[in-house]
């Protein structure tokens, strides 16, 4: 952690928006509870995705660099995102959305709404989940900010099943967050699984949030990770925002949030792309940059823009903004 000595956190509580925060959950209903399932024939909207293990996440105030998407969209639909459930699990229900995906779909990803990691007992579910899912040759791959820590023996048994787990890092995370992250990041690894530090990077004015984001990125290399890069979006009314560069790029499908693209497409261990650029078929059998090293191994799926082609203007894929929205059929 002697990388992480000099993070300053004192920024991280800057990222608000009023027009989320002013809100009165009082006045919102509880999260409506779901089936866990997978795949568009459960109603989701990518054939990659499964039903998240909570129904809601944060509460409005505690939401991340308050401008998650998903929040927003239940707010205005009138629910308290904050009023989180575990979802039912009935195997039965999931392997008969398992057998009818798309028979090239080897991955699901679990964390798209919210985070497995809200609790110890909704870490505890995923174990039996995984097992169902490699019997069908599926491996998960898990987004999350790891509020809290798997046990040991969930670890073992989301290694042994191929889970990859991506832990959401940002220069505007606490201290205190950023260190439990790249713990479980170790632990994770030392078990035999795939760790993947996946940065919410933003182009910052401010010289603290700057060099925290570079103390992030050297701590990835120095560790041989195998990193992933999601450019964070601000909504224009985000407090936040004062801290970023004043040449604003917005992003092409979202106009009021400002966007600068991938930042660090030329620092090797950055292979992996976001999930919505993950082929159906995709695997990945490395635990250390260095072993894609010396594979010599080539990937070449990640078309998102980065910040040189914001700038060209060279930014627009047919496929590039792939978004859904947050609702389940």
């Known amino acids: 952690m002697n990388r992480l000595l000099k993070f300053d956190d004192s920024k991280a509580l800057a990222f608000q928006r009023p027009s989320l925060t002013s809100v009165n959950e009082k006045d919102l209903s509880t999260m409506p509870v779901y089936d866990i399932l997978c795949g568009k024939s459960a109603g989701l909207p990518f054939e990659y995705l499964m039903t998240d293990i909570y129904s809601g996440c944060l509460p409005i105030k505690s939401i991340c660099y308050g401008n998650c998407s998903a929040a927003e969209y239940w707010i205005n639909k009138g629910y308290n995102f904050g009023a989180r459930h575990i979802n039912n699990f009935d195997e039965a229900l999931f392997r008969k959305s398992i057998e009818q995906l798309s028979p090239d779909q080897r991955w699901l990803r679990q964390g798209w709404v919210s985070d497995v990691s809200l609790s ?37 048994k989301l290694a042994a099943n ?3 787990l991506r832990v959401s890092i940002s220069a505007i995370d606490t201290k205190h967050e950023i260190e439990r992250r790249f713990d479980s990041l170790a632990d994770y690894r ?5 760790s993947v530090p996946y940065l919410m990077s933003f182009k910052f004015s ?5 060099n925290n984001q570079e103390l992030i990125v050297q701590k990835i290399v120095e560790d041989d990770y195998i990193g992933a890069e999601h450019p964070l979006r601000l909504s224009n009314d985000n407090a936040g925002l004062e801290s970023a560069e004043t040449e604003r790029h917005f992003h092409p499908k979202f106009a009021d949030q400002t966007w600068f693209g991938r930042l660090y497409e030329e620092v090797g261990n950055f292979i992996l792309p976001p999930p919505t650029f993950l082929p159906a078929d995709y695997t ?3 635990l250390r940059y260095s072993d ?19 700038i060209e203007k060279n930014l627009i894929h047919n496929n590039t903004f792939d978004h859904a929205s947050y609702d389940v059929k």
């Open 284 to 286: 990945f059998d490395f």
């Open 120 to 156: 110890k007992k909704s870490w505890e579910l995923l174990g039996p989940i995984s097992d169902v899912l490699m019997e069908y040759n599926i491996h998960m791959v898990i987004i999350t900010k790891v509020f809290t820590k798997p046990s040991v023996e969930v670890m073992r």
């Open 190 to 194: 030392q078990e035999g699984g795939l």
């Open 206 to 210: 401010d010289e603290i949030l700057r």
């Open 292 to 310: 894609v090293q010396k594979a010599n191994a080539q990937f070449r799926f990640n078309n998102l823009p980065t910040y040189k082609d914001l």
């Open 162 to 164: 191929k889970t990859e």
